[in-house]
Structure formats: structure tokens, C-alpha cells
């Protein structure tokens, strides 16, 4: 036990709804720079829910990536897994651009839920097309 763990508290327990905040907290803080549009993007995949947030928040400090990849992974049925890999997709692309930070860390997803590139291919295709508003100029 270190030093200031008192401090800490537990972290609060892990469901489908944190795991996807949790997961997109990751995913907007994986290259290093958090945008509006990214901030806008998970705020609208959760409905501004604050407390989800704060939550998800206590979760990622107590918890690294690995550990949180694992936990979820073996808590969320496969529609969960997919719904949260698509939500990170959709907020990989917000800002524009699909840093290799974030690209690397959609990986990891994949890979810790099981779910190959061709199956999810489709779609991400459908999100990229979404995303790609410079087409209706």
C-alpha cells in the first residue's frame, strides 16, 4: 500500500455503460491532445452524463489500460464489444484524423475483444463515409 492509497478509494465497479465511457476516455487522451470534436463526440455517446464521466474518470486513474482491456473484455457480450469498438471508431475520427496513437490503441481493442479488422471492416467504412462531411461541399 503506498504512501497516499487512502486517499484513493476504490474505483467504482466496471458495467457495459462505464466500459464504454472508460473506453473512450482512452481513446480520446491516446495521442496526446484532446479536441473540441472529440470532447463533443464522447459527450454525445453518453448523453452528457456527468456522474458516467466523473466515474469513468476514477476508473482510468486506478486502473491501467491493460488491466481495464481484460476486465472488460470478459465482462461485455459480443453486441456490447461491438457497440464500444464502433463508438471509438466514430471517436478515433472526430477531430479528422486517425492518429497512429489512436489508430495503434483501436488495435488493442480488437485484438483484447476478439473481433478481427475484416469483421468490423464494414462497419468502419460506414463511420469513415459518415465522417467525411467535405463531401456535401
Do not use: W
Amino acid at each position: 500500500m503506498g504512501l497516499f492509497d487512502m486517499f484513493k478509494g476504490a474505483p467504482p465497479e466496471l458495467t457495459p455503460k462505464l466500459s464504454l465511457a472508460v473506453g473512450l476516455l482512452h481513446m480520446v487522451n491516446a495521442d496526446g491532445q484532446v479536441e473540441a470534436e472529440e470532447i463533443g463526440n464522447v459527450l454525445q455517446a453518453l448523453g452528457n452524463d456527468k456522474a458516467l464521466m466523473d466515474a469513468a474518470g476514477r476508473y482510468a486513474r486506478a486502473k491501467d489500460i491493460d488491466t481495464y482491456l481484460a476486465e472488460s473484455a470478459k465482462m461485455l457480450n459480443g453486441d456490447q464489444k461491438m457497440c464500444i469498438l464502433l463508438n471509438l471508431y466514430d471517436s478515433l475520427l472526430a477531430d479528422g484524423v486517425a492518429a497512429p496513437e489512436e489508430q495503434a490503441l483501436f488495435s488493442r481493442f480488437l485484438s483484447a475483444y476478439g473481433v478481427s479488422e475484416q469483421t468490423i471492416e464494414p462497419y468502419t467504412l460506414g463511420i469513415a463515409l459518415k465522417n467525411k462531411r467535405e463531401i456535401l461541399e
